[in-house]
Nanobody
């Protein structure tokens, strides 16, 4: 069974940076399309960054130029580097395969103004 564990969230001031990490067991990130999602209070979960199995990336307009998704195949980890954070980035962040495995617990990111 696939299990996803996100980490690296925290409280940061606007303009700051965080690096989120995601570990998977039961499935390799290497040959799959993966993504980072986020869910803000009272809002639907949204996809903010994707990374295909061949290394192509795509970003939501709201994070383009500020967030970078990457993968370490040797560690079976996926990362989200978040720079120039804004209060509107505050949310619980989740990683997942694009075919949607069971969700992990997510990691809270709070950006103060």
């Amino acid at each position: 069974q696939v299990q996803l564990v996100e980490s690296g969230g925290g409280v940061v001031q606007a303009g700051g940076s965080l690096r989120l990490s995601c570990a998977a067991s039961g499935k390799s990130f290497s040959f799959n399309n993966v993504g980072w999602y986020r869910q803000a209070p009272g809002k639907q979960r949204e996809l903010v960054a994707t990374l295909t199995n061949i290394g192509s990336t795509n970003y939501a307009d709201s994070v383009k130029g500020r967030f970078t998704i990457s993968r370490d195949n040797t560690k079976n980890m996926v990362y989200l580097q978040m720079n120039s954070l804004k209060p509107e980035d505050t949310a619980v962040y989740y990683c997942n395969f694009l075919w949607l495995a069971p969700w992990g617990q997510g990691t809270q990111v709070t950006v103060s103004s």
